[in-house]
């Protein structure tokens, strides 16, 4: 499922980072890369606050849509 959908607090394994090549390597430079794990901190007016790598990043729900968890 998309990164999008997961719950607030629970921690998903990062199955695939979609998009453009621009775009997975953009997600891949914040830490979002396959096997790594990633939990939803909080969701606010569509973006998101994760944690992935011991760091908060605040995504967009678009960007969220192509990073795929289970």
Same mark, same amino acid.
């Not at 719950?7 to 695939?16: A, D, L, N, T």
């Not at 890369?33 to 606050?49: A, E, K, P, R, Y």
């Given at each position: 499922?998309? /990164?999008?959908l997961?719950?607030? +607090?629970?921690?998903g %394994?990062?199955?695939k980072?979609g $998009?453009?090549?621009e775009t997975?390597?953009f997600?891949e430079? /914040?830490?979002?890369?396959?096997g +790594?794990i990633?939990t %939803?901190?909080?969701?606010?007016? $569509?973006?998101?606050?994760?944690?992935?790598?011991?760091?908060?990043?605040a995504i967009?729900?678009d960007m969220?849509?192509? %990073?795929m968890v289970?």
């Amino acid at each position: 499922m998309p /990164l999008s959908l997961m719950k607030e +607090g629970e921690p998903g %394994v990062i199955h695939k980072v979609g $998009g453009r090549e621009e775009t997975r390597r953009f997600l891949e430079n /914040l830490g979002f890369v396959t096997g +790594g794990i990633v939990t %939803v901190v909080s969701q606010t007016g $569509g973006n998101l606050i994760v944690n992935v790598k011991d760091a908060r990043i605040a995504i967009g729900r678009d960007m969220a849509n192509k %990073v795929m968890v289970g």
